[in-house]
């Protein structure tokens, strides 16, 4: 997976790039006067100019970043020290050069050369500092060959310079990675936490939520459940004393008592619906399969039942909506689908949470329902955006149903 750019890195390599111009064009003015100016040597210190400006001017404009996107930083750094280093094999050309001077101008190169280990610790992965170390001081250590000539007892001590400076980066690389991971991971631990707490407040939210219901259940039960049985009652009693030949009356006591007891129904279906016991009392998995179990047995239809075992427990109100969607779902395959077999899953995949839900009943078309006072698939609708998931309704008139519901979790 690829690391987004830390925040402000450009920003110090623009920094950067404007200290290390200053650095060497003081170095080009006042420039070491035990040497004599050779016209190498005044190549590589106008070279030095030439290669920062250029980064800063690289790094001050905006465009080539939104042009390269994510390559952009690579690039400047792969750039930028093959330039540093190109810039040491220069030496080779000069007439009479000797080991000692080119020491001590690599020498004066490490305060720069360091801070690229720095960036890349910062961004990348060891590996990377292992790479960066390697091509700049391999390079030194070939061009030192190439002017002393041979190895022996008396010039080993010029071989183990670039060594002991290739530790020193790889050592700096290291700590500045291993704090960079530590600040990550404490990051990632806060982020963690703060889901925590999000879920932690949707709980209380959801209990809250949970009393208000069994509260609600509790008044309807004991007021308007009460009195439309009371009502059912009344009217039964009443249509035994009419006598027979009363039949307008004895018909407007059927159509009152048949309205009462459909408002029962409908009531007792409300206080279910409101305590949703099966899903506090069984998990999500369990009362969806509960309910696909009851609809077959209840209708005598095929059912295929597919439900998995989630990763990890969904937050109270992502836990609500699956519940109360599949719930609608397949009280709609038992009230209007006219289907024969039914199919439900359940699972999670690479953080995605997914509830399909099919039938072979007769089908609908669904933009025909729009207006027309059938909220059962806005209700699914508003409950998927309340939680942030897809809901996905494929159905035609003769081929059946399927609905998705597909929820992706943010870690």
């Given at each position: 997976?690829?690391?987004?750019?830390?925040?402000g890195?450009?920003?110090?390599?623009?920094?950067?790039s404007?200290?290390?111009?200053?650095?060497f064009?003081?170095r080009?003015v006042?420039?070491?006067?035990?040497?004599?100016?050779?016209?190498v040597?005044?190549?590589?210190?106008v070279?030095?100019?030439?290669?920062?400006g250029l980064?800063f001017?690289?790094l001050s404009f905006?465009w080539l970043?939104?042009?390269?996107?994510?390559?952009?930083?690579?690039?400047?750094?792969?750039?930028?020290?093959?330039?540093?280093?190109?810039?040491?094999?220069?030496?080779l050309?000069?007439?009479?050069?000797?080991i000692?001077?080119?020491i001590?101008?690599?020498?004066?190169?490490?305060?720069?050369?360091i801070?690229?280990?720095?960036?890349?610790?910062?961004q990348?992965?060891?590996?990377?500092v292992i790479?960066y170390?390697?091509v700049?001081?391999?390079?030194?250590?070939?061009?030192?060959?190439?002017?002393?000539?041979?190895?022996?007892?008396?010039?080993l001590?010029?071989f183990?310079?670039?060594?002991?400076?290739?530790f020193?980066f790889?050592?700096?690389?290291?700590v500045?990675?291993q704090l960079n991971?530590?600040?990550?991971e404490?990051?990632?631990?806060?982020?963690?936490?703060?889901?925590?707490?999000g879920?932690?407040?949707?709980?209380?939210?959801?209990?809250?939520?949970s009393?208000?219901?069994?509260?609600l259940?509790?008044?309807?039960?004991d007021?308007?459940?009460?009195?439309?049985?009371?009502?059912?009652?009344?009217l039964?009693?009443?249509k035994t004393?009419?006598?027979?030949?009363?039949s307008?009356?004895?018909?407007?006591l059927?159509n009152a008592?048949?309205?009462?007891?459909?408002?029962?129904?409908g009531?007792?279906?409300?206080?279910?619906?409101?305590?949703?016991?099966?899903?506090?009392?069984?998990?999500?998995?369990?009362?969806?399969?509960?309910?696909?179990e009851?609809?077959?047995?209840?209708?005598?239809m095929l059912?295929?039942?597919?439900i998995s075992?989630?990763?990890?427990i969904?937050?109270?109100?992502?836990e609500q909506?699956?519940?109360r969607?599949?719930?609608?779902?397949l009280?709609?395959?038992?009230?209007?689908?006219?289907?024969?077999?039914?199919?439900i899953?359940?699972?999670?995949a690479?953080?995605v949470v997914c509830?399909?839900?099919?039938d072979?009943?007769?089908?609908?078309?669904?933009?025909?329902?729009?207006?027309?006072g059938?909220?059962?698939l806005?209700?699914?609708?508003?409950?998927?955006?309340?939680i942030?998931?897809?809901?996905?309704?494929?159905?035609?008139?003769?081929?059946?149903t399927?609905?998705?519901?597909s929820w992706?979790r943010?870690?």
């Open positions: 997976m690829k690391r987004p750019l830390e925040p890195l450009l920003r110090l390599f623009r920094y950067f404007l200290i290390g111009l200053v650095y064009s003081a080009w006042y420039d070491d006067v035990s040497i004599t100016p050779t016209a040597i005044a190549f590589q210190s070279y030095y100019v030439i290669v920062h980064l001017l690289t905006p970043e939104n042009k390269l996107k994510d390559k952009y930083f690579p690039l400047i750094l792969i750039v930028y020290t093959l330039a540093m280093v190109g810039s040491s094999w220069l030496y050309l000069e007439p009479n050069r000797g000692t001077h080119f001590s101008q690599t020498y004066s190169l490490v305060p720069i050369l801070v690229p280990v720095v960036f890349i610790a910062w990348y992965d060891f590996r990377a790479a170390t390697v700049t001081n391999l390079s030194d250590f070939i061009i030192t060959f190439l002017i002393v000539r041979h190895f022996s007892f008396e010039n001590p010029l183990t310079l670039p060594v002991v400076r290739a020193a790889a050592l700096v690389g290291l500045v990675n991971e530590k600040q990550r404490q990051k990632h631990k806060l982020v963690l936490a703060n889901m925590q707490l879920q932690y407040a949707n709980t209380l939210e959801s209990l809250a939520t009393r208000e219901r069994n509260r259940a509790r008044e309807l039960h007021t308007l459940a009460h009195t439309l049985s009371g009502i059912s009652v009344n039964e009693a009443l004393m009419l006598p027979e030949d009363q307008e009356v004895n018909a407007m059927d008592l048949s309205t009462s007891r459909r408002g029962l129904d009531t007792r279906r409300a206080l279910n619906d409101l305590r949703a016991q099966p899903l506090e009392d069984l998990g999500l998995e369990l009362a969806l399969q509960t309910l696909a009851n609809l077959a047995e209840r209708q005598a059912a295929e039942i597919r075992n989630l990763v990890q969904l937050p109270p109100n992502v909506a699956f519940y969607i599949g719930q609608e779902s009280e709609n395959v038992s009230v209007h689908a006219n289907a024969s077999k039914f199919f899953s359940l699972e999670e690479d953080g509830m399909e839900i099919r072979d009943g007769v089908g609908f078309e669904p933009h025909a329902l729009v207006g027309k059938r909220y059962g806005q209700g699914m609708q508003e409950r998927a955006t309340s942030g998931a897809d809901l996905e309704v494929q159905s035609q008139p003769g081929e059946g399927m609905i998705r519901l992706e943010f870690l």
